[in-house]
T-cell receptor, first 111, second 112 residues
């Protein structure tokens, strides 16, 4: 049984701070890692993906992958109230069509 | 470029009624998926279609059927709706292995 674990939160951070969201996974054969943002009442929206160990930066977002420790994280710098949403982590094993989703972490950025 | 389009956006059914949820993508993606999302349960896969002409069961297929009509369209049918099927349904698509999914806006379905 492949599992992806996320703290459900809510994670509350002040505006301008760094929000750190974490995700652990059970399958050592995992090769692709995705972060989706889901606003309340809306559909998941892809914001980051990472395939290799290390960091990947895109604007205010940084994805960090550590395959040895089986975790992937998402850092949001200069957090804004508009970043308040649920963040879903998804993991794909090599050659798979079926991602395993975590249940998401609720992020609240307060002014 | 519409991406993934789902219809209808909202629907209310009575127990025992049937209906079909429609999904179409214009990104030339090979694989398509149906999920349901319930509070506290996360996304659960109902059925998927790895490529045109194939369909497979996901985690929660009971009470549902699917049809991959062509490469663009993947429909989900409830033959006899039950209150337990009240949920938000998302269709998603992807180009293939190890690629991210793109989601439609969802269908909010209530069964009384």
């Amino acid at each position: 049984q492949k599992e992806v674990e996320q703290n459900s939160g809510p994670l509350s951070v002040p505006e301008g701070a760094i929000a750190s969201l974490n995700c652990t996974y059970s399958d050592r054969g995992s090769q692709s890692f995705f972060w989706y943002r889901q606003y309340s009442g809306k559909s998941p929206e892809l914001i980051m993906f990472i395939y290799s160990n290390g960091d990947k930066e895109d604007g205010r977002f940084t994805a960090q992958l550590n395959k040895a420790s089986q975790y992937v994280s998402l850092l949001i710098r200069d957090s804004q109230p508009s970043d308040s949403a649920t963040y879903l982590c998804a993991v794909l094993s090599g050659g798979s069509y079926i991602p395993t989703f975590g249940r998401g972490t609720s992020l609240i950025v307060h002014p | 470029n519409a991406g993934v389009t789902q219809t209808p956006k909202f629907q209310v059914l009575k127990t025992g009624q049937s209906m079909t949820l429609q999904c179409a993508q214009d990104m030339n993606h090979n694989s398509m998926y149906w999920y349901r999302q319930d509070p506290g349960m996360g996304l659960r896969l109902i059925y998927y279609s790895a490529s045109e002409g194939t369909t497979d069961k996901g985690e929660v297929p009971n009470g549902y059927n699917v049809s991959r009509l062509n490469k663009r369209e993947f429909s989900l049918r409830l033959e006899s709706a039950a209150p337990s099927q009240t949920s938000v349904y998302f269709c998603a698509s992807t180009t293939g292995f190890n690629q991210p999914q793109h989601f439609g806006d969802g269908t909010r379905l209530s069964i009384l």
